[in-house]
């Protein structure tokens, strides 16, 4: 008998253990599944970090005067294809952001049309607000 009590004492001490050992890797027992939105915006977050931060700053402020914003930006906001087009092929020439004036040249980044839209995802999501872009929307701009 007192060697059951004690194997029982034993096992709850054990698997204790565990569920400790468990929380403290943050390993929920069944993984809270992404939305394809937040997925896209995962992964867009990564393709920003690797292909923009040079120009428009890992927060997303740009360089007064040569690099604009995209945190937040009007322009993003108001020209949802024209920026989508601008990512895909490039822009150049003057625009106005948040009432600033730049005169410069983004060139085409080389990304395919499912990086374009997480990153635009990210961009739009995280600094501005708007619908989720997807790969056929990208698709579909023509140069
Ligand atoms: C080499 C510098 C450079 C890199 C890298 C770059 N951009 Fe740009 N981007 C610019 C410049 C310069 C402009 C403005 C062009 C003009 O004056 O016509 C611009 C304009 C924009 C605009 C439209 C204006 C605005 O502020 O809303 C968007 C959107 C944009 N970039 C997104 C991106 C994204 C997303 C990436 C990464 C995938 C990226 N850019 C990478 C330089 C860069």
């Not at 929380?23 to 690797?50: F, M």
């Not at 890992?58 to 005067?65: A, E, L, R, S, W």
Request: overall charge negative.
């Amino acid at each position: 008998m007192k060697y059951i009590i004690i194997l029982i004492v034993a096992m709850a001490l054990t698997s204790c253990g565990e569920q400790k050992r468990e929380s403290k890797l943050g390993a929920p027992a069944t993984p809270v599944a992404q939305t394809p939105l937040e997925a896209s915006v995962t992964r867009g977050k990564a393709i920003y970090a690797d292909n923009c931060v040079t120009c428009h700053m890992t927060n997303g402020k740009g360089v007064p005067g040569a690099f604009p914003p995209l945190n937040p930006s009007d322009w993003l906001t108001n020209k949802r294809i024209e920026s989508i087009h601008a990512v895909k092929y490039g822009l150049k020439g003057l625009i106005e952001v948040n009432g600033q004036p730049y005169d410069n040249i983004m060139l085409s980044l080389g990304l395919d049309d499912q990086e374009i839209a997480d990153v635009m995802n990210y961009t739009i999501q995280n600094w501005n607000s708007g619908e989720m872009v997807t790969v056929e929307e990208v698709k579909a701009i023509e140069k």
